[in-house]
């Protein structure tokens, strides 16, 4: 059976700056010696070990929803890893909740293609995510990798291909009196053929890097944001997840998501479990009108 924990990089831990490759805006320490290209590897081999392994084989099955305008139905899948089950890093334990959902590989009403999907989901993820996601109203861009990537020229191997490596803020929009949320994620994606893909979000620690490049977890939003909206004062949350798209045998599409989270501040972590699984059902919904409005276009 898949171990619980593949490694310590697919964790609700925020990754500090010495666990990333060399960046620009990094500063050099004396234990920076990751290589990028081995993290990129190890990362994906993560993603797609634990959509392919650890969530069939570990996680219990629960309910099956619907997602309107899609048309296919959503299986709803949990485990509660305890913490003598994680890494000796980690401090707690994690409930992760991931969803199932099959659809068809076409152009039509209620679903959308592969390549739909990998345009949407893959290629600039957290952009996208924001153009289709109606509470996020700021994706900023903090650091991007892909310039180190093509001036070194090596392969990532694995069959890996049209990598993409950046740091995000993503900035939610709550219902009051609750703050909003901004989530620092390091953003992994690649292609792992012609048809299917992996996309990969660990939280990360961005306190000491430039302020300058930061915008909502340091706050400077609150003097610099470009609209009241994004002036408001955020709490700063985790999340880490896997997507796992791929064509099937029978020429379908099968999206897989699995993630943990914790928003922080006053919403407690029961109401937060109670509320995932409904918030992950509908992004099915969610993404598949999106494909449609794009396809109107």
Same mark, same amino acid.
């Given at each position: ?27 050099? @320490? ?33 309910? &099956? ?47 959308? @293609? ?14 996208? &995510? ?168």
């Amino acid at each position: 059976m898949a171990h619980a924990s593949p490694s310590r990089l697919l964790r609700l831990r925020a990754l500090k700056s010495q666990d990333l490759p060399p960046h620009p805006i990094i500063r050099p @320490t004396s234990s920076n010696s990751v290589d990028l290209f081995q993290f990129i590897r190890d990362v994906l081999d993560d993603g797609v070990k634990f959509a392919e392994e650890v969530v069939p084989e570990t996680f219990k099955e629960g309910a &099956e929803k619907t997602a309107a305008p899609a048309t296919a139905k959503v299986r709803i899948l949990a485990r509660d890893m305890k913490k003598d089950e994680l890494p000796h890093l980690d401090a707690k334990g994690e409930t992760w909740f991931a969803r199932l959902s099959i659809h068809e590989n076409k152009a039509a009403e209620g679903t959308a @293609t592969i390549d739909e999907f990998e345009l949407g989901l893959r290629q600039q993820h957290a952009t996208n &995510e924001m153009i289709y996601t109606p509470t996020i109203y700021d994706a900023h861009l903090v650091a991007d990798w892909s310039d180190l990537m093509n001036v070194a020229g090596r392969s990532v191997g694995g069959g890996y291909t049209d990598i993409t490596m950046q740091i995000y803020e993503m900035a939610h929009q709550l219902p009051f009196p609750l703050a909003n949320r901004a989530f620092a994620q390091l953003i992994i994606t690649a292609n792992t053929s012609s048809d299917s893909f992996v996309v990969v979000q660990i939280p990360v620690d961005v306190s000491d890097l430039p302020e300058a490049e930061v915008l909502y977890i340091n706050g400077r939003n609150r003097r610099d944001g470009e609209s009241s909206l994004k002036k408001k004062k955020t709490v700063h949350g985790e999340y880490v997840s896997v997507e796992r798209v791929k064509k099937t045998e029978s020429g379908d599409i099968s999206w897989l998501m699995a993630a943990s989270s914790d928003a922080k501040g006053a919403v407690p972590l029961a109401v937060q479990k109670w509320k995932l699984p409904d918030e992950i059902t509908k992004d099915v919904g969610v993404f598949i009108k999106h494909c449609a409005e794009q396809r109107a276009k």
